[in-house]
């Protein structure tokens, strides 16, 4: 079993920390900052041995050279993109291991045009960036509609239990504009009212699931590109 914590960093990033007992190996995903994992690893007693990026965007990697000078760990990021002190660079179909875990690399443009999820199949586990949040997705910095909209197909075409691990805390915000769009889907406004007492009393949304973003994401649930084109525009101005 993989134990997976989260931790905060910057405004509303979270820093994923994977540590595998059997091992003793701990992976950092996406340290945008370097002290607070290096803080909770001391406070666990865990060793980092890896660092995994899904994307180039400083808040993701901007940790990578200091928790690399401060454990040797070895850093492993998208091949299409540029990534600071990167040893491996990683390609749809490429393996990921932490002790006897395999994690799957998919291809999943959009946000940015190298994105990448790391997906344990095994584990029935996902890292997904800032592709899709929990009740939304990331804005297309760099990528087209089509692009997003395969991409959040493809996360959700894998099996429905799978736990997707996001990079921001973004699940409130999300959920208002989710009600916004289908207001009559009792399983968005059951999940906003949930999201809104978690949120109050401070707790972490994610990880979610295939089937509860199939049942409650809009831009999951859009028909086609043209749809969840209109979607994502929409959301960039929604207050
Ligand atoms: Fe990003
Ligand atoms: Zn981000």
């Not at 595998?20 to 290096?38: K, M, R």
């Amino acid at each position: 079993m993989l134990e997976i914590v989260p931790v905060p960093a910057f405004s509303d990033n979270y820093i994923w920390m994977v540590h595998d007992a059997d091992s003793g190996e701990t992976a950092v995903v996406d340290p945008g900052d370097a002290a607070p994992p290096l803080a909770e690893a001391t406070r666990r007693g865990w060793t980092i041995t890896q660092v995994w990026n899904t994307h180039w965007h400083p808040d993701h990697t901007g940790g990578n050279a200091a928790v690399k000078a401060a454990t040797g760990a070895k850093v492993s990021g998208p091949a299409a993109e540029t990534i600071g002190a990167r040893d491996v660079a990683l390609a749809e179909g490429d393996t990921l291991r932490i002790g006897s875990h395999d994690g799957r690399v998919i291809e999943i443009p959009g946000h940015t045009l190298g994105h990448i999820a790391l997906v344990f199949e095994d584990d029935r586990i996902a890292f997904v960036g800032d592709t899709l949040f929990a009740m939304g997705c990331g804005r297309l910095f760099e990528g087209t509609a089509q692009q997003m909209h395969a991409s959040l197909q493809r996360l959700v075409a894998l099996p429905e239990e799978t736990a997707l691990y996001c990079g921001h805390e973004y699940t409130l915000a999300n959920a208002r504009f989710a009600a916004h769009a289908e207001p009559d889907n009792p399983a968005i406004a059951a999940r906003l009212a949930e999201v809104e007492q978690m949120r109050a009393e401070g707790q972490v949304t994610l990880p979610t699931t295939v089937a509860c973003e199939r049942a409650t994401n809009p831009f999951v649930r859009a028909s086609d590109w043209q749809e969840f084109a209109r979607l994502r525009a929409e959301k960039d101005s929604f207050r």
